[in-house]
């Protein structure tokens, strides 16, 4: 079964009531828990994308906190907890939010992760998101990229001085 196309289910849904808008929403909401937490993010988070986003971040603290030092349960969680924060960013569907909270989870990974392991896959998941906010980085406005290149670097620097493997001079 193909679905429509959106323009097809806006023509349709602009001919509905509001009770059955109501309806249609609490419907989806109900089915699938994604969709949930975009409702509640629409309905209730959206005016301070900012606010959500440290919201989030409080949410996930604790993840990192009992963060399993075995490096393979280790970057299971992390892997988590990335999903989970990637979902919230795209809710906002800000690059601002979505580099903040990759500063975020770069910085809590410094502090709280095992940064002396040889583990590749861990090693992996922390350079890979080093360069999804250099892509993040080009994208956004010139003032808000020039604030949140120095934090950038700063976290290169930071990270450097804690992890062996990691060469701030391939970034900066």
Known sequence: MKPEKLTVIKRELSGLSVEQLTDLCLRLAKYKKESKE???YLLFDSDDPLAYAEKVKSYLEEDFKVLPRPYYQSSKSLRKILRILNR??????????????????????????DTQTRHKPLQALFLRQID?????????HEDLEFDYK?????LLLQASDKIKWINPSSYI
């Open 150 to 154: 120095k934090e950038f670097d700063n």
């Open 132 to 140: 999804k906010m250099q892509g993040i980085l080009k994208k956004l």
């Open 88 to 113: 919230h960013a795209k809710f906002t569907s800000s690059k601002q939010v979505e580099m903040e909270l990759l500063l975020w989870f770069c910085r809590c990974f410094v502090q709280y992760a």
């Open 38 to 40: 975009l409702l509640n």
